[in-house]
């Protein structure tokens, strides 16, 4: 009797990029070396996934577009999914925003992660400004929760009336439109921080960008003499003095549950709060006791022997972890960071670093651990994240779908540029889901 078959699906964190002038007009895909990467581009059918046509996607919308939704329609919440994924209560009539640690000075910001500031002392920051913080302008309870290192969720509850959240982001890379949409935006030279303003003329959504903007200025007041502070000042460290804010939300989008769906059991293994959440509302189990990336905690000018060093760590907890559930589920999805932040960086040789240290010590564990007969796995990501940019662009990823039931393609290396000849073409990614299933039943 043959066994039932298995999905592995393994969306890298903004790894896609766009063509390098260092690289020779090439990514950082296609100059790695990558061995289990293009064994699977050989082996398998490849092409291009467009996730949001002309908009640069975030990881919520990009995700959501992965798993068949259009982001347009179910709403790019993501502050609310973070804070569901980590159990932080919110109710209806609630704005739940998602906050980073930043470094601001009169007015503008110098770094949006604070040095990225190690979640130790980003705690310390938060139950301190928990404790002093105090909202005037309509009568409200304000609590941060720490998440991940520099980042952070606001929940804005009022004592009376329902809050909106039709109002705009503090976080200048953001832009935030009506109806859930938020675009990441290119800052040119110095970076403002900006005032939160109503996206309608309802009396709540006016109130809560006025206790918005109130919570910006009193925050940065509380944490700019905070001792933490002074002694990151003193070691010549940035200082962790504002929370910038963006994607605020009231309430969860509506997902269907994958096994009922489909028939198939996942497990998610997942590090940062947005696609654990997503994953969760599809009905996912979630390894709840990963440590914190060590690839979170480096600095954006990190060597790349740190990062390869820091990646090898991550990846074999999370190999061991994989393999301890897999005779107990039938499909996998994993969410792995660390492409992105050099992207944003603009380090196309660190993104390469992480890219090889991925494919050894992720990809090559793995393959040698599955049976290719009996397995489905699909690489992509979840957006691309130009160094020539420093931030998401609209371009489309790079897909492989290899093992039982897809026929090769002539591909033979992994890369966006490679891939355009691919079988696949550029396919909406809300369609990729689907062709999988499909497949796991044929």
Same mark, same amino acid.
């Given at each position: 009797?043959?066994?039932?078959?298995?999905?592995?699906?393994?969306?890298?964190?903004?790894?896609?990029?766009?063509?390098?002038? =260092?690289?020779?007009? /090439?990514?950082?895909?296609?100059?790695?070396?990558?061995?289990?990467?293009?064994?699977?581009?050989?082996?398998?059918?490849?092409?291009?996934? @467009?996730?949001?046509?002309?908009?640069?996607?975030?990881?919520?919308?990009?995700?959501?577009?992965?798993?068949?939704? @259009?982001?347009?329609?179910?709403?790019?919440?993501?502050?609310?999914?973070?804070?569901?994924?980590?159990?932080?209560?919110?109710? /209806?009539?609630?704005?739940?925003?998602? #906050?980073?640690?930043?470094?601001?000075?009169?007015?503008? !910001?110098?770094?949006?992660?604070?040095?990225?500031?190690?979640?130790?002392?980003?705690?310390?920051?938060?139950?301190?400004?928990?404790? =002093?913080?105090?909202?005037?302008?309509?009568?409200?309870?304000?609590?941060?929760?720490?998440?991940?290192?520099?980042?952070?969720?606001?929940?804005?509850?009022?004592?009376?009336?329902?809050?909106?959240?039709?109002?705009?982001?503090?976080?200048?890379?953001?832009?935030?439109?009506?109806?859930?949409?938020?675009?990441?935006?290119?800052?040119?030279?110095?970076?403002?921080?900006?005032?939160?303003?109503?996206?309608?003329?309802?009396?709540?959504? +006016?109130?809560?960008?006025?206790?918005?903007?109130?919570?910006? +200025?009193?925050?940065?007041?509380?944490?700019?003499?905070?001792?933490?502070?002074?002694?990151?000042?003193?070691? #010549?460290?940035?200082?962790?003095?504002?929370? !910038?804010?963006?994607?605020?939300?009231?309430?969860?989008?509506?997902?269907?549950?994958?096994?009922?769906?489909?028939?198939?059991?996942?497990?998610?293994?997942?590090?940062?709060?947005?696609?654990?959440?997503?994953?969760?509302?599809?009905?996912? @189990?979630?390894?709840?006791?990963?440590?914190?990336?060590?690839? *979170?905690?480096?600095? +954006?000018?990190?060597?790349?022997?740190?990062?390869?060093?820091?990646?090898?760590?991550?990846?074999?907890?999370?190999?061991?972890?994989?393999? *301890?559930?897999? @005779?107990?589920?039938?499909?996998?999805?994993?969410?792995?960071?660390?492409?992105?932040?050099?992207?944003?960086? #603009?380090?196309?040789?660190?993104?390469?670093?992480?890219?090889?240290?991925?494919?050894?010590?992720?990809? #090559?564990?793995?393959?040698?651990?599955?049976?290719?007969?009996?397995?489905?796995?699909?690489?992509?990501?979840?957006?691309?994240?130009?160094?020539?940019?420093?931030?998401?662009?609209?371009?489309?990823?790079?897909?492989?779908?290899?093992?039982?039931?897809?026929?090769?393609?002539?591909?033979?290396?992994?890369? *966006?540029?490679?891939?355009?000849?691919?079988?696949?073409?550029?396919?909406?990614?809300?369609?990729?889901?689907?062709?999988?299933?499909?497949?796991?039943?044929?």
């Amino acid at each position: 009797m043959k066994k039932k078959k298995k999905l592995l699906f393994v969306v890298l964190d903004g790894a896609a990029d766009k063509p390098v002038k =260092q690289y020779k007009r /090439k990514t950082p895909f296609e100059v790695a070396d990558t061995p289990n990467l293009d064994f699977l581009a050989l082996h398998g059918v490849t092409g291009k996934l @467009d996730l949001l046509g002309k908009i640069p996607p975030e990881t919520d919308s990009g995700v959501l577009a992965l798993f068949g939704y @259009d982001p347009f329609k179910r709403g790019r919440c993501r502050a609310v999914l973070e804070a569901y994924a980590l159990g932080i209560p919110f109710e /209806k009539g609630d704005v739940v925003m998602r #906050g980073n640690f930043a470094t601001v000075e009169d007015s503008y !910001i110098v770094d949006v992660r604070a040095g990225r500031i190690p979640g130790k002392d980003a705690k310390k920051l938060i139950d301190d400004l928990n404790r =002093q913080l105090e909202l005037e302008s309509w009568p409200v309870e304000a609590r941060v929760y720490h998440t991940l290192n520099y980042r952070s969720i606001l929940v804005l509850h009022p004592l009376k009336g329902k809050l909106s959240d039709q109002i705009s982001n503090t976080h200048p890379a953001y832009l935030r439109k009506p109806k859930y949409v938020e675009i990441p935006v290119p800052v040119k030279g110095k970076m403002k921080l900006k005032k939160c303003r109503a996206l309608d003329d309802k009396k709540m959504s +006016k109130v809560t960008a006025k206790l918005v903007n109130e919570f910006t +200025k009193k925050s940065i007041e509380i944490l700019d003499s905070h001792r933490i502070n002074e002694k990151r000042k003193k070691e #010549g460290l940035l200082s962790a003095n504002g929370i !910038i804010l963006r994607a605020a939300g009231n309430e969860l989008p509506k997902l269907d549950n994958l096994e009922e769906k489909y028939g198939y059991s996942w497990f998610c293994l997942g590090d940062t709060p947005v696609e654990r959440g997503i994953a969760k509302l599809l009905g996912m @189990d979630l390894v709840e006791d990963l440590p914190e990336l060590k690839m *979170e905690s480096l600095k +954006k000018n990190a060597s790349v022997e740190e990062i390869k060093k820091a990646v090898r760590k991550d990846m074999k907890i999370r190999v061991k972890k994989l393999f *301890e559930v897999w @005779d107990k589920y039938d499909a996998f999805y994993l969410h792995i960071k660390g492409a992105d932040p050099f992207g944003h960086a #603009g380090r196309p040789e660190a993104k390469k670093a992480v890219i090889e240290a991925l494919d050894e010590f992720l990809f #090559g564990k793995i393959l040698k651990n599955i049976d290719m007969d009996e397995t489905i796995v699909c690489v992509t990501s979840d957006h691309t994240t130009a160094c020539s940019a420093r931030a998401h662009t609209a371009d489309p990823v790079p897909v492989v779908i290899a093992g039982d039931g897809f026929k090769p393609d002539n591909v033979k290396k992994f890369g *966006e540029n490679y891939f355009k000849k691919g079988k696949l073409g550029v396919m909406k990614a809300t369609k990729l889901l689907r062709l999988l299933m499909k497949k796991m039943g044929g």
